[in-house]
Protein backbone atom coordinates (compact mmCIF):
# COMPACT_ATOMS: atom_id res chain seq x y z
CA UNK A 1 0.00 0.00 0.00
CA UNK A 2 1.35 2.89 -0.59
CA UNK A 3 2.36 6.48 1.83
CA UNK A 4 -0.69 8.56 -0.81
CA UNK A 5 -3.23 5.44 -0.52
CA UNK A 6 -3.33 5.13 3.45
CA UNK A 7 -3.21 8.71 3.85
CA UNK A 8 -6.83 8.38 1.73
CA UNK A 9 -7.61 5.34 4.22
CA UNK A 10 -7.21 7.46 7.72
CA UNK A 11 -9.39 10.62 6.31
CA UNK A 12 -11.43 11.90 9.06
CA UNK A 13 -14.91 10.56 9.43
CA UNK A 14 -17.95 12.75 10.90
CA UNK A 15 -18.04 12.86 14.17
CA UNK A 16 -22.01 11.23 13.42
CA UNK A 17 -20.39 8.81 12.06
CA UNK A 18 -18.08 8.02 14.64
CA UNK A 19 -19.67 8.44 18.06
CA UNK A 20 -22.48 5.50 17.58
CA UNK A 21 -25.25 7.97 16.26
CA UNK A 22 -24.78 6.62 12.39
CA UNK A 23 -24.37 2.75 12.24
CA UNK A 24 -24.79 2.36 8.74
CA UNK A 25 -21.05 3.67 8.09
CA UNK A 26 -19.68 0.35 10.01
CA UNK A 27 -21.60 -1.54 7.29
CA UNK A 28 -20.04 -0.06 4.29
CA UNK A 29 -16.43 -2.19 4.48
CA UNK A 30 -17.30 -4.20 1.65
CA UNK A 31 -17.97 -0.70 -0.65
CA UNK A 32 -14.88 1.07 0.89
CA UNK A 33 -12.51 -2.06 -0.62
CA UNK A 34 -13.67 -1.62 -4.50
CA UNK A 35 -14.29 2.28 -3.99
CA UNK A 36 -10.83 2.87 -2.63
CA UNK A 37 -9.29 1.02 -5.69
CA UNK A 38 -10.66 3.52 -8.05
CA UNK A 39 -7.73 5.33 -8.94
CA UNK A 40 -9.49 8.58 -9.82
CA UNK A 41 -11.00 8.32 -6.22
CA UNK A 42 -8.86 9.77 -3.47
CA UNK A 43 -9.67 11.72 -0.17
CA UNK A 44 -11.17 14.91 -1.07
CA UNK A 45 -13.61 12.69 -3.99
CA UNK A 46 -14.09 9.90 -1.46
CA UNK A 47 -15.91 12.44 1.19
CA UNK A 48 -18.05 14.06 -1.57
CA UNK A 49 -19.46 10.48 -2.17
CA UNK A 50 -19.57 10.04 1.73
CA UNK A 51 -21.24 13.33 2.24
CA UNK A 52 -23.90 12.58 -0.79
CA UNK A 53 -24.91 9.17 -0.41
CA UNK A 54 -26.62 8.12 2.95
CA UNK A 55 -24.29 4.79 2.93
CA UNK A 56 -21.77 3.60 0.38
CA UNK A 57 -23.75 0.93 -1.19
CA UNK A 58 -25.73 3.65 -2.41
CA UNK A 59 -22.87 4.91 -4.05
CA UNK A 60 -21.74 2.33 -5.53
CA UNK A 61 -24.87 1.34 -7.04
CA UNK A 62 -25.18 5.05 -7.79
CA UNK A 63 -25.51 5.72 -11.85
CA UNK A 64 -22.98 7.98 -13.47
CA UNK A 65 -25.69 10.70 -13.51
CA UNK A 66 -25.70 10.32 -9.93
CA UNK A 67 -22.08 10.41 -9.21
CA UNK A 68 -22.43 13.55 -11.24
CA UNK A 69 -24.97 15.14 -9.49
CA UNK A 70 -23.14 14.48 -6.06
CA UNK A 71 -20.18 16.62 -7.20
CA UNK A 72 -17.97 13.98 -8.66
CA UNK A 73 -16.55 15.21 -12.62
CA UNK A 74 -17.25 13.14 -15.27
CA UNK A 75 -13.94 11.26 -15.44
CA UNK A 76 -14.15 10.10 -11.88
CA UNK A 77 -17.93 8.99 -12.45
CA UNK A 78 -16.43 7.12 -15.16
CA UNK A 79 -13.78 5.73 -13.66
CA UNK A 80 -16.29 4.54 -10.61
CA UNK A 81 -18.57 3.07 -13.09
CA UNK A 82 -16.04 0.91 -14.91
CA UNK A 83 -14.71 -0.51 -11.68
CA UNK A 84 -18.63 -1.58 -10.87
CA UNK A 85 -18.25 -3.50 -13.63
CA UNK A 86 -14.65 -5.21 -12.91
CA UNK A 87 -15.01 -5.60 -9.16
CA UNK A 88 -17.71 -7.66 -7.04
CA UNK A 89 -17.34 -6.30 -3.40
CA UNK A 90 -17.98 -9.88 -1.90
CA UNK A 91 -15.67 -11.35 -3.66
CA UNK A 92 -13.33 -8.86 -3.56
CA UNK A 93 -13.37 -9.54 0.39
CA UNK A 94 -13.45 -13.01 0.29
CA UNK A 95 -9.71 -12.71 -2.03
CA UNK A 96 -8.09 -10.41 0.51
CA UNK A 97 -9.07 -13.21 3.40
CA UNK A 98 -7.73 -15.55 1.43
CA UNK A 99 -4.75 -14.01 1.28
CA UNK A 100 -4.13 -13.26 4.71
CA UNK A 101 -5.34 -9.59 4.74
CA UNK A 102 -7.74 -7.84 7.18
CA UNK A 103 -9.44 -4.47 5.53
CA UNK A 104 -10.28 -1.99 8.08
CA UNK A 105 -12.10 1.14 7.86
CA UNK A 106 -10.84 4.57 8.88
CA UNK A 107 -13.04 4.65 12.14
CA UNK A 108 -11.08 1.81 12.84
CA UNK A 109 -7.75 3.38 12.75
CA UNK A 110 -8.85 6.70 15.21
CA UNK A 111 -10.22 6.26 18.80
CA UNK A 112 -12.61 9.32 19.19
CA UNK A 113 -11.60 11.92 21.42
CA UNK A 114 -13.79 12.45 24.95
CA UNK A 115 -16.33 14.71 22.52
CA UNK A 116 -16.71 12.03 20.47
CA UNK A 117 -15.16 12.90 17.37
CA UNK A 118 -12.26 12.37 15.66
CA UNK A 119 -8.64 14.61 16.07
CA UNK A 120 -6.43 14.19 13.14
CA UNK A 121 -3.04 12.84 13.96
CA UNK A 122 -2.13 12.69 10.46
CA UNK A 123 0.28 15.72 9.15
CA UNK A 124 -0.38 17.96 5.64
CA UNK A 125 2.80 17.34 3.22
Known amino acids: ?27 DLPYWVP ?4 YR ?3 ARFAVLERSFPTLEDAWRASRD ?3 AAGLDASTATAVMRA ?8 ELER ?8 IARFDLIPPT ?10 RR
Do not use: F, N, Q
Open 1 to 27: MTAGRWRSLCVLLPCSAVDGTDDTRTD
Open 35 to 38: LHRV
Open 41 to 43: LGS
Open 66 to 68: ELI
Open 84 to 91: HEEIDPAA
Open 96 to 103: LAASGVRP
Open 114 to 123: RSGCVRSTMR
